[in-house]
């Protein structure tokens, strides 16, 4: 235990105080609960510096008032008559509205000290207290009680340790509240997914919605695609998701969007006897056959559509990287269109991927009735197979 806060702090003496101060600090490092580091703190000035008992105020989300979360030495509760203090009232109040520490070495005989009969009781003297801020934004008060007299000094002690206390506390206050909003969102989201206008986020959105245990990243000015492309990129989601994708960025250029990934392949493994280049080749062709094959019927409609889908297979470490890549077209849509809304339907379905069952369940037709509408689209375009048509009415602008 170290010696009481004196009137007079020699160089040595700060310098102690200050390790003194960082050892409190190092006592909350890497905690996430802002609780905890208001009691570290509060526990470290009582057992480091014998002050009679500390507390930490905590600003409210509106800033209207001040609410106790840690209280060490004398008094622990903090459901007391301090639980809650109004901006601007009494001196912890004032401290965190005007941004002036304050350090007084006769609390009993203070004017706005509520009760002088406690303080002499209880042999209280020194009281110091400290905004705790986070840059320019007060974020709570750090009040200091002492039997005995504390050096003006002690407040240079005060500011080092809410300097950190304070941008440490705003750090997790603001992560406490962006978790809790977006675990908010998350079980409202399963709860009650979307589907009825998932359709109507940025690409990026929907992705993520699909990646979840991806970080995605987003380069490029995102923009409006036609609906069958970002069909497209959904369903490749999705089945990136299924190969447990461990990396994936949207890339948006002038002409084309592009979504690239990394996926671990079945085996992981060189060849035993994979001592010559064949042998190695022959595995890295394999590989690539796999990857596409787990992209099914989606590479067809890659190819329909003017694009790429590309994979390369890292060695070390071992990896496939794939990268699909889809042109874009200009916005043409036509007042002359010939595909009536119902045919524009069922092929905006047929593009994500639905077959002539799930179209005619989803729209409630028959399945007969699909595909006489589909029939009749092929004709009119000129197109001898579904992904034509498909990729001749996007062209066109007509599934936008």
């Not at 209207?64 to 203090?85: E, I, M, N, P």
């Not at 009760?115 to 905004?131: E, K, L, M, T, V």
């Not at 004709?379 to 996007?394: D, E, V």
Request: aromatic share 8%.
């Amino acid at each position: 235990m170290s010696e009481p806060v004196t009137e007079s702090l020699d160089a040595t003496r700060l310098l102690f105080d200050l390790q003194r101060v960082n050892d409190i600090a190092q006592s909350f490092a890497g905690c996430l609960d802002p609780v905890a580091i208001a009691n570290a703190v509060t526990d470290g000035l009582v057992n480091k510096f014998d002050c009679a008992f500390a507390r930490i105020w905590l600003i409210s989300a509106d800033r209207t008032h001040l609410k106790l979360v840690a209280s060490s030495g004398l008094y622990t509760r903090t459901d007391g008559s301090f639980a809650t203090v109004p901006m601007g009232a009494y001196k912890v109040g004032k401290i965190a509205q005007n941004l002036v520490s304050f350090l007084s070495n006769n609390l009993p005989q203070e004017s706005w000290v509520k009760d002088r009969d406690w303080a002499i009781a209880n042999q209280i003297r020194g009281f110091a207290g400290y905004p705790l801020m986070s840059g320019a934004q007060v974020v709570g008060v750090l009040a200091v009680f002492s039997h005995r007299a504390m050096a003006s000094e002690f407040l240079e002690v005060l500011q080092v340790l809410c300097t950190t206390a304070g941008s440490v506390l705003q750090t997790v206050l603001t992560y406490q509240q962006d978790r809790q909003f977006w675990l908010q969102e998350k079980q409202s989201w399963q709860s009650h997914p979307p589907h009825f206008s998932f359709h109507q986020l940025p690409l990026s959105d929907q992705l993520a919605m699909i990646l979840r245990e991806t970080r995605l990243k987003l380069i490029g000015t995102e923009q409006p695609l036609p609906y069958i492309l970002t069909a497209v990129f959904l369903q490749a989601a999705e089945t990136l998701n299924q190969l447990s994708c461990n990396y994936c960025r949207l890339l948006y250029t002038p002409d084309a969007v592009m979504l690239e990934a990394s996926v671990t392949p079945p085996s992981a493994e060189e060849p035993k006897s994979a001592s010559s280049k064949s042998d190695i080749a022959l595995t890295l062709a394999t590989e690539q056959v796999w990857v596409r094959s787990q992209f099914g019927l989606l590479c067809n409609t890659i190819a329909t559509l003017g694009g790429l889908l590309q994979s390369q297979v890292d060695r070390h470490p071992k990896m496939i990287q794939v990268q699909i890549k889809l042109p874009l077209v200009p916005d043409a849509a036509t007042e002359d269109q010939p595909l009536s809304d119902r045919e524009r339907e069922i092929l905006l379905l047929l593009g994500q991927g639905l077959r002539d069952r799930d179209i005619a369940d989803r729209l409630v037709i028959s399945e007969s009735t699909v595909k006489f509408h589909l029939n009749n689209v092929l004709a009119k375009l000129k197109a001898r197979t579904r992904y034509q048509a498909i990729y001749q009415a996007m062209k066109q602008g007509w599934l936008v």
